[in-house]
DNA sequence: CTCTCCTGATAGAACGTTTAATCAGCCAAT
DNA sequence: ATTGGCTGATTAAACGTTCTATCAGGAGAG
């Protein structure tokens, strides 16, 4: 390990010196502090992380923590967020959350006990995150605009449901998994926003709710929207069975745009998070607030983008209803 | 932040005597031990990382370098790779390397810069990385054993080409995405080992492949095994598109179980990798390293695990080839 | 009574970096 | 000739922890 000592006792002067010709933060004469770098990239020297995050107080490190790892948008978050964050220097530190509030506290401490210098969390449904001695950043929850960062799922949600309406669907069935996440009850909400008045609209939840939507679809409805990709992979699955097919039967929505949507049979249309955005702002939002910055307004909630593929189509039978 | 000093001059002893009452490494009597340790609890003592990883060396923190943190295997190694890390009380820090080589080393070097104390790397197709100066483990790699972990690819296509000849198939194509791949390419080796010597077998690579498979069913193949589920459910596409049917008409199989093949329609017989097992020894190989132990022979392959659905069966016509 | 041994606690250095304070020259201005 | 200002470099302290060496004091042995 070549430390700032060596190069010092190597060039033949202080170690101070060898620090402000490295940072370029002192007075030094720019002939020697030529010398000095030239033999530090010699020697091979790299500055000690922990000396520095001991003098400064600063680690250059981030949490990262997620209810739960497995979850489908995980890896494209930890990827923009490791991109984002490679940019700015600072490193990205993982805890699971494991889907309890309890472990999420504990994550929360052990980020801490590490010296994070912020953190960037993705609550559990419904439960925010204490007041914490770092600057925090919270994604997908709209409660604190101030350092959350969020899609715009209600925004998401209307998208799909305006296009399925425009294409002329009017019996329509919205299918959530899990009613109490918050998410997933602003893209509903976002659905039924959008759809006309004139429109019949039936809302299930659950697993329960595959097998109303197949009775649904029997007794007439012509779309089904779903709340994420993978309640709407399950339920082509149960519509093959029921030998009802998409598009032609039923129109069948996802949301997310997640890996296999584009090659699930039909290609699935489906409304993308633009999670590029999301994890850059909450990384802006967290460098600042480290910095002290004051940040402009970026409470604004980040918009979703359509995707239309193969699975929505016109109703059938929609010419003889406009026409009644 | 309150630190030794602040428990020292509050309790009316010296810094070094409150280090050692709270390490339990020097001789301090029992009692001013207690009295130390009730203090600093109710003072909210953390020790500072930085201060120890300064001191000793060690950071306690390891890298994880992936090549694509959207690979869908990430998240459960992540997942596994923070539960057993948090066990045994080390951080991850986590590092895309965009699938390129050349990024693959700028971000191992990142992640010496940042001070961790070992690796945990899964390299690009093909390449291996430097030597390093921390030790490291490699995952998914059979050429270095002392170093890697990796699932026994070889034997989980063996796994699944004993099914498929078990259930009676003798005319199979083999599907592979990537053929520079050699974890691809050992899956398949494995399948081509199992598969008896009177089968008719074919071996198809990348997207055109996938259009060849479906000609070689016309011409009477009855299985397709395919090296990844995301190939499966694409080929399961195709084949609707050209009306046949899974499993009736041609049995279909991926590979690593990923999150959508339990929900595919018909459910996908996979191959499983038991990737908390793969973590787990990774974390203990490096860790044991780090603490300079010698690990005994933990350089064998971990064994998949067949997962059989509903995308195989006999094929229709196999009493018949029997009986000939 | 002196010497040694043991226990319980302390002083102080060290890890590598940053930074405020200081200092030696040198030139110009009073 | 003393003062003041400027440049280029150094000294030394500090961050919080660990750990070696040291020290005070009491007990026991000679």
Redesign the interface.
């Known amino acids: ?1 070549v430390s700032l000592k060596h190069i010092a006792n190597d060039v033949g002067v202080s170690v101070a010196t060898v620090s402000n010709a490295l940072t370029g933060k002192g007075r030094v004469s720019e002939q020697l502090a030529q010398r000095i770098r030239v033999r530090a990239s010699e020697l091979g020297y ?6 520095r ?2 003098k400064s ?1 600063q ?3 981030l949490g990262l923590v997620m209810p ?5 948008l ?3 978050m ?2 923009t967020l ?2 984002a964050a ?1 940019r700015q220097q600072v ?6 959350s ?1 889907g309890s509030p309890k472990t999420q506290s504990r994550a929360l401490q ?6 994070v210098d912020g953190l960037i969390v993705v609550p559990q449904k419904g439960v925010s995150p204490d007041p914490m001695p770092v600057p925090v950043a919270v994604i997908n929850t709209a409660s604190d605009p101030e350092n959350s960062v969020s899609a715009d799922h209600v925004g998401g949600g209307a998208l799909i449901a305006d296009h399925i309406q425009h294409i002329g669907h009017r019996h329509i069935v919205l299918l959530g998994g899990d009613p109490v996440s918050e998410v997933q009850n602003d893209r509903i909400s976002g659905m039924l926003s959008a759809l006309p008045s004139d429109a019949l609209v039936r809302v299930h939840w659950g697993v329960g709710g595959i097998q109303a939507a197949i009775a649904e679809v029997r007794a007439g409805a012509t779309a089904i929207l779903t709340t994420s990709d ?1 309640i709407a ?2 339920m ?2 149960e519509l ?2 029921a030998q009802i097919s998409v598009p032609e039967d039923v129109s069948l929505t996802g949301f997310d745009d997640m ?2 949507a584009p ?5 699935l249309t489906t409304v993308a998070q633009d999670v590029d955005t999301i994890a850059a702002r909450a990384i802006n939002i967290i460098c600042a607030k480290i910095r002290g910055d004051t940040l402009d307004a970026e409470g604004e909630t980040v918009p979703m983008r359509l995707v239309v593929r193969d699975s929505t189509s016109p109703p059938k039978n929609s010419i003889n209803r406009r026409l009644s």
């Open positions: 390990m790299r500055p000690s992380t922990a000396a995050a001991l107080g680690s250059g490190i739960d790892l497995t979850n489908p995980f890896p494209r930890a990827q490791s991109i490679e490193g990205i530190l993982i805890a699971d494991h052990q980020l801490l006990d590490r010296g993978l992979l399950q082509r699955s093959i069975d890996n296999f090659i699930m049979h039909p290609a």
